[in-house]
T-cell receptor, first 110, second 114 residues
């Protein structure tokens, strides 16, 4: 059964800290892993990862995938209060079915 | 403005009373999907549709029906709602198989079944 596990469940940091969010998975077939940000409303897309070892970056956020060890990490550097959100990891084995983790709740304190 | 709309945004209903949650997108997307989000369980896929008249079950389809008669609309039907269907529901769409991953989510529908 395809499964996505995220850790930690929640995290509280101070502005300026760097955080690392983890996503591990079990899957019968792998197509892509995706990261979303959810701020009390609909999730918004951050990254899609298909190949191992290739880092995706967008400003202070970056993500990388390890297909051998079956995990991905999402890094946020120099955190700001606007980064406070739930970060969701999702797996798609087929491109049309999606399995989400339960998310990591990040709170950034000023 | 490119968007996915859902109606209603909030609904309180009673067990057994049929209801429909509408979803519409104005981006000419081929792929559409429904999810429910529950505390501790995350987002779970209910149904998805690759195109008009093509629908398939997701992870938790029991108690739900969908239809895709037009490209822009993908309604979610609960024929006989039960309290365990109380949840936050999201509709999502994306361009299609060539780029199915950047899903655009609707604002959500909070459903309470008493």
């Amino acid at each position: 059964e395809d499964k996505v596990v995220q850790s930690p469940l929640s995290l509280v940091v101070h502005e300026g800290d760097t955080v690392t969010l983890n996503c591990s998975y079990e899957v019968t077939n792998f197509r892509s892993l995706l990261w979303y940000k959810q701020e009390k409303k609909a999730p918004t897309f951050l990254f899609m990862l298909t190949s191992s070892g290739i880092e995706k970056k967008s400003g202070r956020l970056s993500s990388i995938l390890d297909k051998k060890e079956l995990f991905s990490i999402l890094n946020i550097t120099a955190t700001q209060t606007g980064d406070s959100a739930v970060y969701l990891c999702a797996l798609t084995p087929t491109g049309n079915q999606f399995y989400f983790g339960t998310g990591t709740s990040l709170t950034v304190i000023p | 403005e490119a968007q996915v709309t859902q109606n209603p945004r909030y609904l309180i209903t009673v067990t057994g009373k049929k209801l429909t949650v509408t979803c519409s997108q104005n981006m000419n997307h081929e792929y559409m999907s429904w999810y429910r989000q529950d505390p501790g369980l995350g987002l779970r896929q209910i149904y998805y549709s690759m195109n008009v008249e093509v629908t398939d079950k997701g992870d938790v389809p029991e108690g739900y029906k969908v239809s895709r008669k037009e490209k822009r609309n993908f309604p979610l039907i609960l024929e006989s709602p039960s309290p365990n269907q109380t949840s936050l529901y999201f509709c999502a769409s994306s361009p299609g198989l060539a780029d199915p991953y950047e899903q655009y989510f609707g604002p959500g529908t909070r459903l309470t079944v008493t």
